[in-house]
């Protein structure tokens, strides 16, 4: 005797829907652990953001609430006058377009160079690749201040003291971007290369095309290390410079201070403009810094 067949109809039985999803709740030893992990980050955060606040604060504050005891941290309101003050002590505009020109021919110079020795070291086979890389590498163990006497003895027999070409020829390549830059092509796969190579794509057509496209991490963190260490930079223009139509902000800044006369609001205005570009960089571009240093970190 067989079972009479199930029939879709009203008497079929429904079928079971699925139990629904039990919502994991944090437990109260996970959420302090998380509130004092915050309250730790709250209390770093608290002296690192200071000084950049109080550049900006200053800057705009009266001389008489910069001089208050105790000191006053928030301004009663927007005083120019310390900025226009700035600019009128010493030719700031001049020096901070100086300094945009050093900066961007040097970060534009190392951003090429690196992407060119970082293709060679990983893609290019030839003898010796090994050492000439540690070599690189260890040009990155002396110290910059080592080596101002001879690039300084160089350019000026060369006649290109106070000039644009002083201030950049020493530092138009340098180490750091190949290594981090060939440690993000190192991630590229080696089979897409050999395809490329086989449909006749040329070394420098598939650099532009193909390679930096997908490395633009590494490529901006790279650009925007070398662009803050380039507008910081002192003692070079310092030394290679003459006049103030060469002189970059670093030493237009140091022209404020009068001894012991010299106004806070004054250096605070300068100080002011002068964070503002490597502040925007760093708050922009933060996500591509931290994806471009981990780039090669994790296998």
Excluded: C
Excluded at 5 to 17: I, K
Excluded at 94 to 109: D, F, K, P, Q
Excluded at 243 to 263: F, R, V, Y
């Amino acid at each position: 005797m067989t079972a009479a067949p199930l029939t879709l109809g009203s008497d079929a039985p429904a079928a079971a829907a699925p139990a629904p999803r039990r919502r994991h709740r944090p437990s109260p030893r996970f959420l302090l652990g998380r509130a004092v992990l915050y309250l730790l980050l709250l209390l770093f955060l608290v002296p690192t953001l200071f000084p950049v606040y109080y550049v900006f604060a200053g800057a705009i504050m009266d001389p008489r609430e910069l001089a208050a005891f105790p000191a006053q941290l928030v301004p009663t309101g927007v005083h120019p006058d310390n900025i226009t003050a700035a600019l009128d002590a010493v030719p700031l505009v001049r020096m901070y377009g100086n300094s945009l020109v050093m900066a961007g021919i040097i970060t534009v110079s190392q951003l090429v160079t690196s992407a060119l020795a970082a293709y060679a070291f990983v893609f290019l086979r030839f003898r010796g690749s090994a050492v000439v890389f540690a070599l690189f590498l260890a040009t990155l163990m002396v110290p910059g201040e080592a080596t101002f006497i001879p690039n300084y003895l160089t350019i000026a027999s060369w006649g290109l003291t106070d000039t644009f070409a002083g201030l950049v020829m020493p530092f138009l390549a340098y180490a750091f971007g190949t290594f981090l830059l060939r440690q993000s092509f190192k991630q590229f796969p080696r089979e897409l290369y050999d395809a490329a190579r086989m449909d006749g794509m040329g070394h420098l057509r598939f650099l532009w095309t193909i390679l930096i496209p997908l490395s633009r991490p590494a490529l901006t963190a790279v650009g925007v290390y070398v662009f803050i260490t380039s507008w910081n930079m002192y003692f070079w223009p310092l030394i290679i410079t003459r006049s103030s139509q060469m002189q970059t902000l670093q030493i237009g800044l140091n022209s404020l201070k009068t001894g012991e006369a010299s106004d806070p609001g004054l250096l605070l205005a300068g100080a002011a403009l002068s964070v503002l570009p490597t502040l925007a960089l760093v708050v922009f571009g933060q996500r591509f810094i931290v994806r471009g240093l981990t780039a090669g970190a994790v296998k």
